[in-house]
């Protein structure tokens, strides 16, 4: 170890960090490594830290914090959050007493002429102006404000302006990582100062400009400059929630470039602090153990920011963190099972950073656990009864009849309710064969494939989206929609992948709420559904409510439309209301938006509101469990039905060969063939070998494709 990483050695050998402990802070980090930067002596500056730690009084932590395979640290106490997972929503803004903004000096230097001066120290190697403005710059926040400040006196006090110039930011941090290393390391001193000074007291507007500027600083790719990186990152995550409330808006006004930079940054620091490739260039986790909380708290900012971004910034597996593949996620799941969102931090608290391998091993082994006791519960009543223990006991057993495959299915699974977490098993009825997986396979396809025919009237096919949805004929029994609901759960919990096709909306509302209510009276299935889910299932329909909503002309007037739809059930045309007196209520231009949503709420929400509840009630049946909570609609969506994305070479590598090598001829014959497919013929064959034309959530690997010999002849 050295000074170069920012920490020292004492005498006896202990590593001590150089800056003093700030209150309430958290943890974030990246993947791309970058080129390691290494930086002069800190002797003398280390020096001046120190007696400045004098005045600062240290203070301890009273939180836990638990690594997996690791060994319990000392943890700040965690942001107080009010979303049972993580700060995806924000809360309003809290109006609290704040000091006034300081007078801050005036700075007039341009982006072009910043470049300018680049540009000339670099053609004659003389870098004195160059580093008296970065000195003088970072020097602290005052000055961060002074230079980056759209005007230097104007508030700036709204959540959707920072009042920062962009372009120089921007153009600044470009230009240091080209300057020498003296200028580099001089900004780092400059940030410490300024994290010294600043981190007590409450924070200004202009305070929070200057943490969401050296947030910014590409210096943070290297790990010799994570002990700065992390106590900017704790200051920034033990803001208040109003100011996290500002900081989530100004970082969906980043470029796409410049967000997906932080958050690889942050998603980083985060692997390297669980596995860092030289131990010795980091602190130990003992001392550290804030590090991660830190890091993924101030992630968690930059996940509400690309959430309420419409689009997002990003794709919202880019907050994936595939290391925490690698650690036990069970040991972190079970703490989070036990303490919630408490002082005890857990991955789990921020599932965002959980990739959808990860998420589904923790509900597999959170069914195996299921499954296990239900199972142990049964053979001891059975002993306790001096009964003859039956191994069928360990597994839902279905018998069927093909002729009525769907009645007795209902039947089965209806009588076995209680049964319904174990081990699934099928039996077709007359005929002799082990369920090796096979039979559960055909059983689900045969199922699904009549269920959903259109004949069958439970669901409607629509042509232009190519989606299925919930047929909104009344009965007064909807137990054949439990069953689909009970089928898909059973899927998700054997790890089978359904040919199944709803909209993206179906998976919303399956996971409205994601826990089952105890109040049989609370509505379940109702999601908050906007005109983007109508266009992907009726594309048509959403396009003429853009029309209307664009519309400049009378609508009243022109379009005479009321609070009232019509709607088409069993060949008879039924009215309803919109809202009470609806009929009475007509369309104008001050109220089309209303109209609108509540006509997408009507179709999607209330109108198939029993046919989905009882598909809803069906799911959970068999599903229900804390780990839904960690999921995104689209998640369970790849679990239920797989990926569409299809890798037929991946495929090639994985399969296996009974009376054949992969070397043979035919074999080579075949791949030549199948690789040259186009898409639409690979998805067909996999359509027609597996039952299904996606790839589990596991990858190619876990289709467990076999390529056999027939021995039977072929010649004729």
Known sequence: MNEDTFYSVSQEGKGREMLPPIL?????????????????????????????????????????????????????????????????????????????????????????????DIEKAMNSGDWKSVHDFYVTT????????????????????????????????????????????????????????????????????????????LLQNPQYTSTST???????????????????????????KLSQRRFKQLVDRLLQFISLRLFPAKPDELPSMVKCAWWIPSATRVLSLLNAANTISNPPLIPFTDFYNSSLDHIDIMEDYQTWQCYGNSQRFSFCQFPFILSIGAKKMVIQRDSEQQMISIARQSLVDKVSRRQRVDMNLLFLNIKVRRLQLVRDSLDELSRKRADLKKKLKVTFVGEAGLDMGGLTKEWFLLLIRQIFHTDYGMFTYLKESHYHWFSNWKCDNYSEFRLVGTLMGLAVYNSITLDIKFPPCCYKKLLSPPIVPCDQNTPVGIAALTLNDLQQIMPELAHGFEELLAYEGNVEEDFYSTFQVYQEELGVIKSYNLRPGGDKIPVTNQNRKEYVQLYIDFLLNKSIYNQFAAFYYGFHSVCASNALMLLRPEEVEMLVCGSPDLDMSALQKVTQYEGYSKSDPTIRFFWDVVLGFPLDLQKKLLHFATGSDRVPVGGMVDLNFKIAKNDVSTDW
Not at 75 to 86: A, D, F, V, Y
Not at 169 to 197: C, E, F, M, W
Not at 228 to 252: C, G, N, P, T
């Open 24 to 116: 309430n802070a958290s943890a974030s980090g990246g993947f791309n490594r970058g080129t390691k930067q290494q930086f002069p002596n800190f002797s003398s500056f280390i020096s001046t830290v120190n007696r400045r730690r004098e005045v600062v009084s240290s203070r301890n932590f009273s939180a836990q914090l638990v690594i997996p395979n690791g060994k319990p640290a000392r943890e700040l106490p965690p942001i107080r959050q009010k979303h049972r997972i993580s700060i995806d929503t924000l809360p309003p803004e809290v109006k609290a007493p704040v000091p006034p903004e300081p007078i801050i000096p005036l700075r007039t230097k341009t982006v072009k002429e910043f470049q300018e």
């Open 138 to 213: 970072f020097d602290s926040f005052l000055e961060l404000n002074a230079a980056f400040k759209k005007d230097p006196n104007a508030p700036f006090n709204t959540i959707e302006d920072p009042g920062i110039n962009t372009r120089f930011v921007n153009a600044v941090y470009d230009g240091l990582l080209n300057t020498p290393q003296d200028i580099q390391k001089s900004v780092l001193k400059g940030i410490i100062n300024s994290l010294l000074r600043e981190w007590k007291g409450p924070r200004t507007k202009d305070d929070l400009r200057a943490y969401f500027i």
């Open 226 to 252: 994570y002990v700065i990186y992390a106590h900017l990152l704790r200051q920034m995550a033990s803001l208040a929630e109003a100011d996290h409330h500002f900081l989530v808006h100004w970082f969906k």
